[in-house]
Structures are given as C-alpha cells and as structure tokens.
C-alpha cells in the first residue's frame, strides 16, 4: 500500500513486494524458480485468452460504428418516460457494456453521446453527467467484463457461470438507476423537460442501424448461456463477427482494424502485467502459510453475512483511490481463503466484489470514471457538480448492494438453472 500511495505502477508495486518477500522467505534459488514458471504458466491460461479477444470485439465494434445507434435506440424506446433522455442513457450504457467489458471506455463513448444531448435540452447539469458516470459502470459488471474473467482465472471458476450470474445484478444496477431518475424527475420536473413522444413507427426505424450489434451480442451471450461454447470461445466467435459485420456494412477499415488492434495490446498487455504479479504475490501468501492462518483465526463461527459486509467496506474505501483490476488482483490471494473456509460461494463472491469495485469508479476523492466524463465535458460543468450528480447514484446503488446481499439468489439462480 505505500508502494501504491507513492503511485508507483500497480504491476511494479505487486511484483516488487512479491519478489522480496519470496527472497526473504524462501532464498533465492526458490525465488527464480518461481519466476522461471509462475509467469509462463499464468499466462498460458486458456481463459485468459477471452480477455484479448472480447476487448478486440469491443474496439472492432466502436470503430466500425456499430455502437454509434445505442443511445439512439434507447432514446427512442424510453424518451416517454419523465426524464426520458437520462433513463435512455442508463439503457444505452447497459447496451454498450455488453460488447466493451471496461467501465471507462463505456463512460467516455455514452459521456460524447449522451451529456450533449441532455444538456441541449435543458436537463440540470447535475444529472446529465452523473447518469453517465454512473451508468459507465456496468462495463465492469455486465458480461463480457474483464474484471469478471480475471476473477475466474484467481478464484478457477467457470467464466461462463460467473457471467450469467452477473446479469441479473447488473439490469438490477440499471433499473434502480432508472427508478432513482424517474423519482427524482417526477418530484421536481424542472431537472428533465419532457420531450415530444416517438411514435412506433420511428421506433421500429431507429433499430435499422443495431441489429447487426444485437445479433452479435445474442449470438455471443446466447451461446455461452445454452453451453454451445465456452466463454473463451465465445470471444473468438464475438471478435470475427464483429470484423465480419464491420467489413459487410463497409463501416471498417483497415486502418481501424489496425488500430483497435493496437488497442487491444496495450490495453492486455497492461492487464497481464499486473495479473502476473497478483500471481506471484499469491504464491508469496502460500510460502507465508497465509490460508491455514486465516483458516484459524476465522474458524467457523464466522458469520458468511458478516464477512461480505467486512468485504464491500474494504472494497468500497480501497475503490475510492486505485484503479479497479489492481484493487481486486491485490485482495484477492488475501480474500480467496476467507471465502473458501466461510462456505461463500466464489460465484456469488466474485459479482460482489465486482459491484463494489464498480460502485469505488464513482465514489470521492478519486472516482475514475467522474474525471472520465469531466475530460469530456471540459469546461461545461465542474468536477465537484459531477461528484454531486452521483451522489443519487451512489444511494441507488446501496439499494442494490442491500438486495444482492439480502438475496444471494440473484446472483446464484441463474448459474444454478445452467450448471443443474
């Protein structure tokens, strides 16, 4: 953690401790062998291979503009509703998130979208940008999400079963979200003017432009969900259609295919780079003997409830100040023991950290994804105006967190109708 508040990179921060600790420990000759497998080996995880593959079908998506409809289509579907523009944009988040995985990249396209709109209409500055922070979010939850798939590979457990299990949670995310819009809109209408009503004929119309996107998110989460492919596959599957469908409608070229090529190895390269570490660290914990201690000092009088609330107040405070993978691959060799020797499922675990972590994007002094929209806002609305807009949010998503955690089934039903 001081390695980390003197902003050294989270890789370096990981690994430099690891590497020490596993010198002092164990001596040298352990410590390079170590080094010699752990990385090749981690990196050579089949489902990591997912990782690559779903954020080139992200990239591939934005760049051949088959994501350019989604607000379109959600604004035409929902703009009846009182705050229309801004439930719109929480549905087109939604949408987004289902082909990027990542929160900020989420937030950045719907941020360009979206908060212009709203604010040429006359929406309160407030809410327009904190919807949007607070909807890029679902990046992180709703599949295919990287942070979910690195989960996976730390805890082994099925990629595809961690993903369905985060469905419900994240349209829950999306419908308290709206339900908060559309109560706060219908107490004080002059935060969203009403606009004129879209008629089913421009409805039908502005699906013209997605349906490609819709078929490639059925087809690649349809797929996973009835067991035709592994989750892994599914991003093989996901990144081809997507090239497929972007060379069809003549919206690719191949200087973008080159670019969100490039993209994508800066973006996994990053990633591997810390997940190594968080590798090496959790094999300094087993040297150390760090799981038969926790498995000790918890017993089994600990209580599963009480530990999942210790967990999101951790996460919550941590998420407030580091990047989300970081937080997450930096507990989990601490978090993994606890949840094994309490009996909570790594399942439903693995959902609930991810919507703390998502929950620390928008939460002060550092919130990710609130400077994400003021970059793309500039000087429109202050930076304290965007951690006031998702102040209502935050609540919103304290209902959830309270019904997720209430109601385990949420995240376990649906993993149980698939694996049963």
Not at 87 to 95: D, F, K, Q, R
Not at 167 to 190: D, W
Not at 232 to 241: D, F, R, V, Y
Not at 262 to 280: K, N, P, Y
């Amino acid at each position: 953690m001081v390695l980390l508040a003197l902003r050294v990179p989270v890789a370096a921060a990981l690994g430099l401790v690891a590497i020490v600790g596993m010198y002092l420990l164990v001596g040298e000759r352990a410590t390079w062998g170590v080094l010699r497998s752990v990385p090749h080996a981690f990196a050579a995880h089949w489902s990591l291979s997912a990782i690559p593959m779903f954020l080139f079908m992200g990239y591939i998506c934005f760049a051949a503009g088959l994501t350019d409809g989604l607000f379109r289509v959600a604004r035409a579907w929902l703009n009846f509703l009182p705050g229309g523009l801004a439930i719109s944009s929480v549905g087109g988040a939604a949408l987004f998130s289902s082909v990027t995985g990542s929160s900020v990249a989420c937030a950045a396209a719907m941020g360009k979208i979206a908060v212009p709109a709203m604010l040429d209409r006359g929406y309160d500055p407030k809410l327009a940008v904190g919807t949007i922070a607070a909807a890029g979010t679902m990046g992180s939850l709703i599949p295919p999400s990287t942070i979910l798939l690195l989960y996976a590979v730390f805890a082994e457990v099925p990629v595809s079963q961690l993903f369905i299990g985060a469905v419900i949670p994240g349209l829950l995310t999306a419908l308290m979200y709206a339900l908060m819009i559309l109560a706060r809109v219908k107490y004080n209408p002059a935060l969203a003017p009403r606009e004129a009503e879209v008629d089913w004929r421009e409805r039908f119309l502005s699906l013209a432009d997605t349906w490609p996107l819709f078929l490639l998110v059925v087809t690649v989460f349809g797929g996973i969900f009835a067991g035709l492919f592994s989750a892994t596959e599914a991003g093989a599957i996901g990144a081809l259609a997507s090239m497929a469908i972007g060379f069809a409608k003549r919206t690719l070229s191949w200087e973008a295919l080159r670019d969100a090529g490039f993209e994508t190895i800066r973006s996994t390269s990053a990633i591997f780079l810390i997940a190594v570490a968080a590798a090496l660290l959790t094999r300094l914990f087993a040297f150390a003997g760090f799981p038969d201690y926790v498995q000790g000092l918890i017993g089994e009088d600990m209580s599963p409830l009480l530990i999942i609330i210790a967990v999101s107040l951790i996460y919550l405070v941590l998420g407030m100040f580091l990047d989300p993978i970081g937080v997450m691959l930096l507990t989990l060799p601490v978090l993994l023991p606890i949840f094994e020797t309490a009996d909570i499922s790594l399942i439903y675990a693995g959902v609930m950290i991810t919507k703390y972590l998502e929950i620390g994007l928008i939460t002060p002094p550092v919130g990710l994804n609130v400077f994400v929209i003021k970059n793309v806002v500039a000087d429109k609305v202050s930076i304290s105006d965007v951690f006031r807009g998702v102040g209502w949010f935050l609540l919103a998503d304290v209902v959830t967190v309270a019904i997720l955690i209430a109601f385990p089934a949420t995240v376990l039903w649906l993993p149980s109708l698939i694996s049963g």
